[in-house]
């Protein structure tokens, strides 16, 4: 059974950094992506970060020059660099990973438990 478990989250004053990381466990063919989103309270969840095979990553606007996406595929992990956190940034984390199982089925969409990262001012 694939699971994606995440660890990292926590307080943070405003301007400090926090690292999130992602874990997929179980068997698997192949993983496209392997990213993170965020929701605060009373908001939809919302893309913050994605890494495509090949290096490619894609930001939200929001995050762009503060928070870096990195993924080892021969770990499958991935990381979040944040820094110059902002109160805004609070929010619970999703660990999210595009992932085939094997070499006859289609790429299903898998998810992290979450966790929380609270910027204090």
């Known amino acids: 059974q694939v699971q994606l478990v995440e660890s990292g989250g926590g307080l943070v004053q405003a301007g400090g950094s926090l690292r999130l990381s992602c874990a997929v466990s179980g068997r698997t063919f192949r993983i496209d992506d392997m990213g993170w989103y965020r929701q605060a309270p009373g908001k939809q969840r919302e893309l913050v970060a994605v890494a495509i095979s090949r290096g490619s990553t894609n930001y939200a606007d929001s995050v762009k020059g503060r928070f870096t996406i990195s993924r080892d595929s021969a770990k499958n992990t991935v990381h979040l660099q944040m820094n110059s956190v902002q109160s805004e940034d609070t929010a619970v984390y999703y660990c999210?990973?595009?992932?085939?199982?094997?070499?006859?089925?289609?790429?299903?969409?898998?998810w992290g438990q979450g966790t929380q990262v609270t910027v204090s001012a």
């Open positions: 999210n990973a595009g992932i085939r199982r094997d070499i006859t089925s289609l790429t299903v969409r898998y």
